[in-house]
C-alpha cells in the first residue's frame, strides 16, 4: 500500500530551469526521507527531515517538510543534466519500515 | 569504508524455482532491511531485523522469509517462485539504533523469473 502519493509522476525539463515535486500523505510521519535513484541501483539518501515546518538546503535543492509532518516538497534550482533520475520520498512512522511514494522521474536536457 | 553490498547483481530463475539473495550491511551497522521495488514502483517492505531478530515484516506471503547472522550480513529466501516476483530487490542498512530514518540502500538484485 503506497501511503504517499507524489506529484508529478513524470517531468521532462531543460537545464537551467527550476523544478519542484510534491509528497503527500494523509498520515503523520515522524520523519520523511529523500532519495534519488538512478536506472539499476539502489536509492542514495538525500536527506532527512525530522520536524513540521523545518527547511533544509543542499546545494541547489532545498526540501521543506509540512507544518503538520503530512507532506513534504523538494525544490530543484537551475537544474543540470546530473539532476535526472527517480525522486522517491518516504515516510517513517513505524519506526523501522519505510513507506515509499511512487517517485518522480525527472529528465533534464541540456 | 564500504557500503551496503549485495549478491548476486542479477538472477533468471524460473517459475517454481527457489532463491536466495544475499546481503552485508555497513560496517558497524546492526539491522538490514529487505525491500521489493517493481518497475514503477516505490519499494515496497518486506522484512527487518535487528540484532538478529525480526523486528517487523510488511504484507508479503510466507514464501518469503529471511534471516540474520552472527556478522549481521542477511538472506533473503523466496520459494516457489511466481512471474510477479520479478523486481529489484534492495538491501538497507541502518545505524545502531536501527531506525528507518538511518536506512541506506545496496544496489541491488535484479531477478527475473521466466
Known amino acids: 500500500t503506497q501511503l504517499l502519493e507524489q506529484s508529478p509522476q513524470f517531468l521532462s525539463i531543460q537545464e537551467g530551469e527550476n523544478l519542484t515535486v510534491y509528497c503527500n500523505s494523509s498520515?503523520?510521519?515522524?520523519?520523511l526521507q529523500w532519495y534519488r535513484q538512478e536506472p539499476g541501483e539502489g536509492p542514495v539518501l538525500l536527506v532527512t527531515?525530522?520536524?513540521?515546518?523545518e527547511v533544509k538546503k543542499l546545494k541547489r535543492l532545498t526540501f521543506q517538510f509540512g507544518d503538520a509532518r503530512k507532506d513534504s516538497s523538494l525544490h530543484i534550482t537551475a537544474a543540470q543534466p546530473g539532476d535526472t533520475g527517480l525522486y522517491l520520498c518516504?515516510?517513517?512512522?513505524?519506526?523501522?519500515?519505510?513507506?515509499f511514494g511512487k517517485g518522480t522521474s525527472l529528465l533534464v536536457t541540456p | 569504508d564500504a557500503g551496503v553490498t549485495q549478491s548476486p547483481t542479477h538472477l533468471i530463475k524460473t517459475r517454481g524455482q527457489q532463491v536466495t539473495l544475499r546481503c552485508s550491511p555497513i560496517?558497524?551497522?546492526?539491522?538490514v532491511s529487505w525491500y521489493q521495488q517493481v518497475l514503477g514502483q516505490g519499494p515496497q517492505f518486506i522484512f527487518q531485523?535487528?540484532?538478529?531478530?525480526?523486528?517487523g515484516r510488511g504484507n508479503f506471503p510466507d514464501r518469503f522469509s529471511a534471516r540474520q547472522f552472527p556478522n549481521y550480513s542477511s538472506e533473503l529466501n523466496v520459494n516457489a517462485l511466481l512471474l510477479g516476483d520479478s523486481a529489484l530487490y534492495l538491501c538497507?542498512?541502518?545505524?545502531?539504533?536501527?531506525?528507518?530514518?538511518?536506512?541506506?540502500f545496496g544496489p541491488g538484485t535484479r531477478l527475473t523469473v521466466t
Open positions: 538497507a542498512s541502518s545505524g545502531t539504533s536501527g531506525r528507518a530514518t538511518e536506512q541506506y
Open positions: 498520515s503523520v510521519f515522524s520523519s
Open positions: 527531515v525530522v520536524t513540521g515546518g
Open positions: 518516504a515516510g517513517d512512522h513505524s519506526g523501522y519500515a519505510l513507506n
Open positions: 560496517s558497524g551497522h546492526k539491522s
Open positions: 531485523y535487528y540484532e538478529k531478530e525480526e523486528r
